[in-house]
């Protein structure tokens, strides 16, 4: 395990009901375009990785998928277990899953490969669980990120924030890669994966600036774990200015409108 990976386990740590209030909703929006991507439909044998809340699963049980769910946190596969109740729930970490070769249909991954030290690793395990001719599917979050995906970045900065020595900066510089159409899709090609491609979806997520602002306060993700780890008068500080920026989403009812983008990316074993 990388330092990186480690940092995650710490960062997400009993943070289930904390994302479930407020980063769920808008993880949610690829899930039916992952699940077109790896083919998943009646009787397919679909392997969910990273399954968080258990959002990937219940749409794939809803089309009469056969679903066993993974995740390395507890308080996630809770809530899992409410969501997709007939799903197999396993405790597993990328980039060793308790599967044999080939086992599953389609393995689909929502959001997990930003959390992981070594995606490359990562990827190649995906590919040796799912069986010849089956379907690998990921969604990672694009780079530069959108207008709405950067205001709490941009809060943070503003409000004078260091980063504690706890929270690595990003991954080894030979474990990286583009986070872009390109860059995702020669991530799969190199991980064995063929017919790799990649595309761009954009979408405006709307939540209340309290449930926005709940993220951060909660711990939730590096974003979170960054403000709690600051003096009250810089935390202070970067909720002022999460105010402020806030307005340039606000719509007439109040509610925030953020765009988002995220990369969706599929291949065949």
């Given amino acids: 395990m990388t330092v990186f990976d480690e940092s995650e386990r710490l960062i997400w740590a009993g943070r289930g009901d904390a994302y479930a209030a407020s980063f769920a909703k808008l993880c949610a929006y690829p899930v039916e375009h992952l699940l077109d991507a790896a083919g998943v439909g009646e009787g397919t044998r679909v392997l969910d ?72 690793a990562a990827l190649e395990e995906l590919r040796r669980v799912v069986r010849a001719g089956g379907r690998v599917a990921v969604t990672i979050w694009a780079k530069p990120p959108a207008p709405g995906q950067a205001l709490l970045g941009r809060a943070i900065a503003a409000g004078g ?16 890669f583009p986070r872009d159409e390109q860059g995702l899709g020669a991530l799969l090609a190199t991980g064995g994966l063929g017919d790799a491609a990649c595309e761009t979806l954009s979408w405006d997520h709307r939540a209340s600036p309290e449930e926005w602002w709940s993220a951060p306060a909660g711990g939730v993700a590096s974003s979170g774990q960054l403000v709690r780890a600051q003096t009250p008068q810089v935390r202070a500080a970067i909720k002022r200015s999460f105010d402020r920026f806030s307005v340039e989403f606000a719509d007439p009812d109040g509610m925030l409108r953020l765009p988002h983008a995220a990369l969706l990316a599929q291949g065949r074993r």
């Fill in 49 to 120: 990785v990273g399954t968080g809340t258990g959002t990937v699963a219940a749409a794939a049980l809803a089309r009469g998928a056969r679903v066993t769910a993974v995740d390395p946190e507890p308080s996630m596969l809770a809530l899992a277990a409410r969501t997709a109740p007939e799903a197999e729930l396993r405790t597993a970490l990328l980039p060793e899953l308790p599967f044999e070769n080939g086992e599953f249909d389609a393995v689909v991954a929502n959001f997990v490969l930003n959390h992981v030290g070594r995606p490359r």
């Fill in 161 to 176: 924030a260091v980063r504690p020595p706890h929270l690595p900066g990003g991954l080894e510089p030979d474990e990286d």
